[in-house]
């Protein structure tokens, strides 16, 4: 919280006006990052259209938003590795929002599967398939010295993925 409070240019005291629990500020903090990344991804497209070009789309939304503010990326890898009891209803927040994306994502690879753009594989084997390689991107982004962009990292991503699944 000292942290937080020395980088808004404020007290710590000011910080628990605005969020009574540091539950609070993080839940707050994720809202926000996940309001972002809806901004940043917009109205979807036509799914039967262009299912792996949409796929790139929703990816670079949110290597987008975690290179806006990394620290969101390891807030969540923090949340995974110890959650306090408190702290379960913010790690409970992160795994809706989750869900959510993983239903895109999932909804997408289903329409690349039937249009038989990629192989017919079962969308949660191929969902994990983007989830890992997206979880890569992300934890690596921050280590290498030339980093491309988002929408280049996606479309890597889902070129790497759509071959492995074709």
């Given at each position: 919280?000292?942290?937080?409070?020395?980088?808004?240019?404020?007290?710590?005291?000011?910080?628990?006006?605005?969020?009574?629990?540091?539950?609070?500020?993080?839940?707050?903090?994720?809202?926000?990052?996940?309001?972002?990344?809806?901004?940043?991804?917009?109205?979807?497209?036509?799914?039967?259209?262009?299912?792996?070009?949409?796929?790139?789309?929703?990816?670079?939304?949110?290597?987008?938003?975690?290179?806006?503010?990394?620290?969101?990326?390891?807030l969540?890898?923090?949340?995974?590795?110890?959650?306090?009891?408190?702290?379960?209803?913010?790690?409970?927040?992160?795994?809706?929002?989750?869900?959510?994306?993983?239903?895109?994502i999932?909804?997408?690879?289903?329409?690349?599967?039937?249009?038989?753009?990629?192989g017919?594989?079962?969308?949660?084997?191929?969902?994990?398939?983007?989830?890992?390689?997206?979880?890569?991107?992300?934890?690596?982004?921050?280590?290498?010295?030339?980093?491309?962009?988002?929408?280049?990292?996606?479309?890597?991503?889902?070129?790497?993925?759509?071959?492995?699944?074709?």
């Amino acid at each position: 919280m000292e942290e937080i409070a020395l980088s808004a240019g404020v007290v710590r005291s000011t910080l628990y006006v605005y969020f009574p629990s540091r539950e609070a500020l993080l839940s707050a903090s994720i809202q926000s990052m996940y309001a972002e990344f809806e901004r940043e991804l917009g109205a979807t497209s036509a799914i039967a259209e262009d299912p792996l070009g949409e796929l790139e789309r929703v990816i670079a939304a949110l290597i987008t938003v975690v290179d806006r503010d990394p620290v969101f990326f390891r807030l969540m890898l923090g949340l995974e590795s110890h959650l306090t009891a408190a702290g379960a209803a913010v790690g409970a927040e992160l795994a809706t929002i989750a869900v959510s994306i993983s239903t895109v994502i999932e909804g997408l690879l289903e329409a690349a599967s039937a249009s038989r753009v990629i192989g017919q594989h079962p969308v949660s084997d191929a969902s994990l398939l983007v989830g890992q390689q997206l979880y890569g991107a992300l934890a690596t982004r921050n280590a290498v010295t030339a980093v491309p962009s988002a929408s280049e990292m996606a479309k890597r991503i889902v070129t790497f993925c759509a071959r492995g699944l074709a």
